[in-house]
């Protein structure tokens, strides 16, 4: 995190509570990622700034509205419907109609980082997430999954 001189928090966290910036998807370190996503959500309960606005968060029973967003940063909430597998790809599938609807692709070689961390796809199933990353148009719109720390449990 980078500081400004005698500020006590960090440039990214005060751009978070005054609602400016969203957390990346990117963020590696466990401890940074859980207070950058601690500020987000405080902006996000005060709807300071660009949460004043319901448009931020995709909902993932709207496809054409996440499909509309290729190629960009999207925070997306959703019930999982179904987690499938097929070859080394596990898909959390968000609606029924698989070619159509919102979905979430995980890599084999990620399952045991979302095991560590408490979240096994199967465990995933029937529950409200929320999940960010880059939108992606195969089939229907989609998120790779590159990290856990993509992937918030609601409720």
Same mark, same amino acid.
């Given at each position: 995190?980078?500081?400004v001189?005698?500020?006590a928090l960090?440039?990214?966290?005060?751009?978070l509570?005054?609602?400016a910036?969203?957390?990346?998807s990117?963020?590696?370190d466990k401890d940074?990622?859980?207070t950058?996503l601690?500020?987000?959500?405080?902006a /996000? $309960?005060l709807?300071?700034? &660009?949460w %004043?606005?319901s448009?931020v968060? @995709?909902n993932? *029973?709207?496809p054409?509205d996440i499909?509309?967003g290729i190629?960009?940063?999207a925070i997306?909430e959703?019930?999982v419907?179904s987690?499938?597998q097929?070859?080394?790809t596990?898909?959390l599938n968000?609606?029924r109609?698989?070619?159509?609807?919102?979905a979430?692709?995980?890599a /084999? $070689?990620l399952?045991?980082? &979302?095991? %560590?961390?408490?979240?096994?796809? @199967?465990?995933? *199933?029937n529950?409200?997430i929320?999940v960010?990353?880059?939108?992606?148009?195969r089939?229907?719109?989609r998120i790779?999954l590159?990290?856990a720390?993509q992937i918030?449990?609601?409720?």
């Open positions: 995190m980078v500081t001189a005698g500020a960090s440039v990214q966290v005060a751009l509570a005054q609602g910036a969203v957390v990346s990117e963020v590696a940074c990622a859980a950058l601690g500020a987000e959500a405080e /996000r $309960r709807r300071n700034g &660009l %004043a606005s448009y968060i @995709k993932a *029973e709207s054409d499909l509309a190629g960009h940063f997306v959703g019930k419907v987690v499938r097929a070859g080394a596990t898909y968000f609606g109609n698989w070619t159509r609807g919102f979430v692709t995980i /084999r $070689r399952l045991p980082a &979302l095991e %560590a961390a408490g979240m096994p796809p @199967k465990s995933l *199933e529950r409200q929320r960010r990353g880059w939108v992606e148009g089939i229907g719109p790779e590159l990290r720390g918030e449990r609601l409720n």
